[in-house]
């Protein structure tokens, strides 16, 4: 027996285990398509290259788990690759290109428009592929008249008062918060003995952030010598155990609100008089 595709997400919601004819007969019109996508690349040395990729998969999995059984949520293979040019050199990583991820997303969204789908989330767990994924979904709004979804897990606010502020904000990469969920959902993958503590010195500037504010450019290079960016050494599994739950519990709600949700219904009526 094959072991990989196993529990409620993988034998009752992942599309691709149905045949043609039965994808062709569900019920379409309120149907959620779910596209995970992560990264495969260098994340200090104490989390497998594989960190983002594993934590939306992991995530999804305990998310799809809480669905009512008639919700008509479907999770796609995930894309494991993403655009970690950030990393390039680090070992372990591998990175496609922006115009690659580009293509492969809006290809996988026409061929389910053509399937008969009309809603569509990107489901983001990698840092690096956020700028480009904003501009993607907008792009398939446009050229594919599909409702396109995007989230990062890491912004719906479950580690809030579970991860230190200042840590939040910039242990953006192998820090405390990946390290945890790691710990807490694929223990055997974490090199304890090798936990890293890194942060950029940018706590001084008024301006200038790495993901918000004033922006620079950056190469993992250019901000860490440990290819890390945070502390992973106040990392407990138990602190990622308490995040994936209620992530878990706010992508179950949130999905029902995606599924009944109806782009025509947003637009307000006008206020000008005539
Ligand atoms: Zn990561």
């Not at 409620?8 to 019920?27: D, H």
């Not at 999995?61 to 669905?67: D, F, G, S």
Request: proline letters at 5%; glycine letters at 10%; aromatic letters at 6%.
């Amino acid at each position: 027996m094959f072991a990989r595709y196993e529990g409620v997400a993988w034998e009752e919601r992942f599309l691709p285990r149905l045949t043609s004819r039965q994808i062709r007969e569900m019920p379409k019109a309120d149907a959620l398509v779910i596209l995970p996508i992560g990264a495969v690349e260098q994340h200090g040395p104490h989390l497998p290259v594989m960190t983002d990729a594993l934590i939306g998969e992991a995530t999804l999995t305990l998310a799809l788990e809480r669905l009512p059984a008639d919700a008509p949520v479907w999770l796609l293979p995930p894309i494991a690759y993403g655009k970690s040019n950030e990393h390039l050199g680090l070992p372990g990583t591998v990175s496609i290109s922006a115009a690659t991820l580009q293509g492969l997303v809006t290809d996988i969204a026409a061929s389910l428009k053509l399937s008969g789908f009309g809603k569509l989330l990107l489901f983001n767990t990698h840092g690096g592929n956020v700028d480009l994924l904003n501009v993607v979904s907008r792009e398939i709004r446009i050229a594919h008249d599909m409702t396109v979804f995007y989230l990062s897990p890491s912004s719906l606010g479950a580690a809030d008062g579970v991860i230190d502020p200042h840590e939040l904000e910039y242990g953006i990469h192998g820090g405390d918060y990946e390290t945890s969920i790691v710990m807490a959902i694929k223990p055997q993958w974490v090199q304890g003995q090798w936990l890293a503590s890194e942060l950029p010195n940018i706590g001084d500037k008024r301006f200038l952030t790495l993901e918000g504010g004033i922006r620079f450019a950056w190469r993992m290079a250019d901000i860490s010598e440990s290819g890390i960016c945070g502390d992973a050494t106040k990392a407990t599994a138990a602190k990622g155990e308490i995040i994936q739950e209620r992530v878990a519990d706010i992508l179950a709600e949130a999905f029902a609100e995606l599924c009944a949700f109806d782009v025509a219904d947003v637009r307000g009526a006008s206020k000008v008089s005539p």
